[in-house]
């Protein structure tokens, strides 16, 4: 699974940066959530995976920090992102005669820009916080790598606070825009459904389907680790639910979207025949 993400989001990127066709809004926002799932992969993949080979498993409190902060803000970000994403097919569908203006390169660069910002500033402040209270017992994280209830499980000291506000932040990062995007996709599938062509109708559904997907697996997954910081559910049940977002989550992602047709088309001129095997006359 792992070289299976890497290589659909890398494939993801290629295609929607070199091909002229995919120089749109929609591509714009999944380049940035292949970029996303591709650094959310490589900071907790590869240290699981040694681990399943270690008998001793070990990691720093600075590393399993910067683990803890990559984890957030990248989880912020793409949380934002998806958001966007859905904002950006509502409007196409729904007011395709104003999609041009509302929807132009700076409105789209400066919508990424928030995203990054907004992950930047959580991913520090709660990082920051968690890390400043006294640790106690044995220091063995019950999980497969730094996320915030283990870690909070390890505190020997009120964390109330800090709860409220993970709380808080789950809420406005995961469930808002999930709930958000609700509405758009009734008015989205009601715009759709009155569409004269058949065609027109199912690429547009197919589209909306694919973005409804992984909104949902993501933000469900994410929502329920985070509404209970000190988890009420087993250890087993909470990696579960935590692989589903880490690696199941961005392995889907590209395989979702790179079932279009405009992405599967930008590929093969990529990386077509002819770029590799063309003719050379042979020398007399």
């Not at 002229?20 to 926002?29: D, G, I, K, R, V």
């Not at 907790?44 to 990559?70: N, T």
């Not at 197919?206 to 933000?219: D, G, P, Q, R």
Request: some cysteine; charged content about 15%.
């Amino acid at each position: 699974m792992f070289p299976i993400t890497l290589t659909g989001n890398f494939l993801i990127i290629v295609a929607a940066t070199t091909d002229p066709a995919l120089h749109t809004p929609m591509y714009y926002f999944l380049k940035n959530l292949a970029l996303i799932d591709i650094c959310f992969t490589l900071n907790i993949v590869p240290k699981m995976l040694v681990d399943l080979l270690l008998e001793r498993k070990v990691i720093s409190l600075s590393a399993c920090a910067l683990q803890l902060y990559i984890v957030i803000f990248f989880i912020t970000s793409e949380c934002f992102l998806l958001g966007a994403m859905a904002y950006d097919r509502y409007m196409a569908i729904c007011h395709p005669l104003h999609y041009v203006i509302t929807m132009n390169r700076k409105v789209c660069i400066h919508m990424v820009i928030a995203c990054w910002i907004a992950g930047i500033l959580l991913s520090v402040g709660l990082t920051g916080w968690l890390f400043s209270y006294p640790f106690c017992g044995s220091k063995e994280i019950e999980h497969f790598f730094c996320d915030i209830s283990p870690i909070l499980d390890l505190v020997c000291s009120v964390t109330h606070l800090f709860e409220l506000l993970v709380f808080v932040a789950t809420v406005v990062i995961v469930l808002i825009p999930f709930v958000l995007t609700a509405p758009s996709y009734i008015q989205m599938i009601h715009t759709i459904l009155q569409m004269p062509s058949a065609e027109g109708r199912w690429k547009a559904f197919f589209t909306c389907i694919a973005h409804l997907m992984v909104v949902t697996l993501f933000c469900c997954t994410t929502g329920l680790t985070r509404l209970k910081s000190k988890s009420k559910v087993s250890a087993n049940s909470r990696k579960l639910v935590a692989l589903s977002y880490t690696v199941v989550t961005p392995m889907l992602n590209p395989i979702i979207y790179g079932l279009q047709n405009k992405v599967k088309h930008a590929l093969r001129r990529t990386f077509g025949r002819r770029q590799f095997f063309s003719k050379v006359p042979l020398p007399r």
